[in-house]
């Protein structure tokens, strides 16, 4: 099976604009994960959707957005970028919803880079 | 929600065995313990999970006390190649994935 697919890989944009990152999650998972990760921060949660849904979201202004579609490939948004949103931005998806009695494997992408000057 | 613990980092030699704790002392009863491991320029990968005593597959164990206050992750015979970030996760009530700051391991020759 293919792994989990990010583009672009690489991405240069300036204060003000917008970007959107795309994902293709492995076939036949259907959520569908985002993380930010500055070294800073570390790795922090941004969202997740399943089934075309918004089911989770992390401490993040809305400028970032995200959707799924209906083959469960993911878009995330981020609006009116900031040079603190330079980051690497995941993309993770599992099988299913995870539940509290138990923790789905995540399978991760190799990510986008993002530099915002 | 869970916080977890971890070492910021350790410096470790081939060959030996690699041991990593991560203290979690508010894990609830439904909680699981998780591991992952990250390269860098990579996304993390899965490496073990387990809920109490002892886990092992191919590349690690889980050992998890009765109390389940902590887990500690174990290497054994480390490489070069395992220079890596190791990220301890407990399962969430709310599913939100906390990864934290993880553990920055260099392996030595």
């Known amino acids: 099976k293919a792994g989990v697919t990010q583009t672009p890989r690489y991405l240069i944009k300036t204060r003000g604009q917008q970007v959107t990152l795309s994902c293709s999650p492995i076939?036949?998972?259907?959520?569908v994960s985002w993380y930010q990760q500055t070294p800073g921060q570390g790795l922090q949660f941004l969202f997740e959707?399943?089934?075309?849904?918004?089911?989770n979201k992390g401490n993040f202004p809305g400028r970032f957005s995200g959707r799924q579609f209906s083959n469960s490939r993911s878009e995330m948004n981020v609006s009116t970028l900031e040079l603190g949103d330079s980051a690497l931005y995941l993309c993770?998806?599992?099988?299913?919803?995870?539940?509290?009695?138990?923790?789905?494997?995540?399978?991760f992408g190799p990510g986008t880079r993002l530099t915002v000057l | 929600l869970a916080k977890t613990t971890q070492p910021i980092s350790m410096d470790s030699y081939e060959g030996q065995e690699v041991n990593i704790t991560c203290s979690h002392n508010?894990?609830?009863?439904?909680?699981?313990i998780t591991w992952y491991q990250q390269f860098p320029s990579q996304g993390p990968r899965f490496i073990i999970q387990?809920?109490?005593t002892k886990v092992t597959n191919e590349v690690a164990s889980l050992f998890i006390p009765a109390d389940r206050k902590s887990s500690t992750l174990s290497l054994p015979r480390v490489s070069l190649s395992d220079t890596a970030v190791y990220y301890c996760?407990?399962?969430?009530?709310?599913?939100?994935?906390?990864f934290g700051k993880g553990t920055r391991l260099h392996i030595l020759p």
């Open positions: 959707y399943f089934s075309e849904t918004q089911r």
């Open positions: 996760l407990v399962g969430v009530p709310d599913d939100k994935i906390i």
């Open positions: 508010n894990i609830a009863t439904n909680d699981y």
């Open positions: 076939s036949g998972h259907r959520s």
């Open positions: 387990g809920y109490k």
């Open positions: 993770a998806s599992s099988p299913q919803l995870k539940r509290g009695a138990s923790y789905n494997e995540q399978f």
